[in-house]
């Protein structure tokens, strides 16, 4: 049985930029802010929030706590009160960090991939501590109404993204009943097709092949991966525009390429690697490869931050398979941590899943209502502001 869901947000977007002298340093020119919003659990289907994906929501790269060997306090910027930091906790210019006298603590910059040492027993900016970000582009984004078919082989990537390399991995959605598929990239002079079969290609549900790079993909040429069926479906039925994908423009490969040096380069957790890259790669559009550096981690390797992350980036690219999972599971995970912003930020997204299926509208406005309530807890004015404005749309 199909079922709808409708929902308007309003989100942060950002212009394509071309290869500028900031691009050349390695430093990252692209901010936003990514709202969490997606379908219910049958209903995964959403359109982009532009035709022209380098105009889609992306998501913020963070500066974030990496080490600490003690008592580490941090002020929003606004707020009256220090509170202590939690596990790789997320800090914004013009907050206020304070480590307690003897400690060590470090933050890894998101503009230029560097950590850095922060001062014991003084308050310092982190303006004062990181390089600035440029200013925040505001853009308004309205998805479209979506469906669920299991029959449609729906394209999971390349989708709404650039890629850095010319051999990008295929992946789509397995359709039921279908035995055999017809793989098709098509752009410019180009008309790749091959065919498939299930039980090669397939596995818990997700198809995939790799593009053999020949004949070779073009920069400045707008591809789109096409999936047909044996049983007379095929992707394009969902209806979706914007969906395709270009190669990225070598002088930003080039400033990413320096960047994630910089991050793998330091020592690290797993999982704050994976974020920090993943940041960096939604950054430059490249999505995909955002998408897959997170799913890339162990199951106890994923934080609260990494299931929200994946929500956001799936919501990004207007596919969204059972996002509420992602958000619970963050709700789940920054409880046991107690760590109150991941379980504001994990509130906000159910509430916002729950309101979009559009029979449980009042249980999705307490959850918001509640989501709200932890950000004033946490003097979060910036949050409190923003939810509080959905709060007035949806009234």
Not at 166 to 173: I, V, Y
Not at 318 to 338: D, R, S, V
Request: charge should be negative; proline fraction near 5%; charged fraction near 25%.
């Amino acid at each position: 049985m199909q079922k709808q869901c409708i929902q308007t947000a309003k989100i942060v977007g950002a212009h394509r930029r071309a290869p500028s002298p900031l691009a050349k340093m390695g430093r990252v020119s692209l901010t936003l802010i990514v709202a969490f919003l997606s379908c219910g659990s049958d209903s995964f289907l959403m359109q982009p929030a532009n035709a022209n994906p380098y105009n889609a929501a992306i998501a913020q790269a963070k500066n974030r706590i990496v080490e600490k060997t003690g008592t580490v306090e941090f002020k929003r910027a606004g707020a009256s009160r220090f509170r202590p930091v939690s596990q790789y906790t997320e800090l914004r210019p013009g907050d206020i960090i304070k480590p307690a006298s003897g400690v060590r603590a470090r933050i890894l910059c998101a503009v230029d991939g560097k950590t850095r040492s922060i001062p014991a027993g003084v308050s310092t900016g982190v303006n004062g501590i990181c390089p600035p970000r440029p200013t925040e582009v505001d853009g308004i984004s309205t998805p479209r109404r979506g469906d669920e078919d299991s029959h449609i082989p729906y394209i999971i990537s390349p989708r709404a993204t650039a890629i850095i390399t010319d051999q990008p991995t295929l992946r789509w959605h397995e359709a039921a009943n279908a035995q055999r598929f017809t793989v098709i990239v098509r752009g410019r002079d180009l008309n790749w097709t091959e065919n498939y079969s299930r039980e090669d290609v397939c596995v818990n549900g997700i198809c995939e092949v790799v593009y053999p790079g020949d004949p070779p993909l073009q920069l400045e040429t707008k591809y789109k991966l096409v999936v047909k069926t044996d049983t007379d479906r095929k992707s394009t039925e969902e209806g979706s525009v914007g969906v395709g994908f270009d190669l990225i423009d070598p002088e930003n490969a080039e400033a990413v390429q320096e960047i994630v040096q910089r991050i793998e380069a330091e020592d690290l957790p797993n999982d704050v690697r994976a974020l920090a890259l993943a940041e960096l790669y939604a950054e430059y559009n490249l999505n995909a490869k955002a998408i897959e550096t997170l799913e890339a981690l162990e199951t106890e390797e994923k934080s609260a931050s990494v299931y929200r992350w994946l929500g956001d980036l799936y919501w990004r690219i207007g596919f969204i398979l059972t996002p509420e999972t992602h958000y619970l599971k963050a709700l789940e995970l920054a409880k046991a941590a107690e760590n109150l912003d991941e379980v504001a930020a994990a509130t906000a997204g159910l509430g916002e899943v729950t309101y979009a299926r559009g029979y449980h509208r009042e249980e999705g406005v307490a959850l918001l209502e509640e989501a709200k309530a932890i950000y004033e807890q946490l003097e979060d004015q910036q949050q409190v502001n923003k939810v509080a404005e959905r709060l007035a749309e949806l009234s």
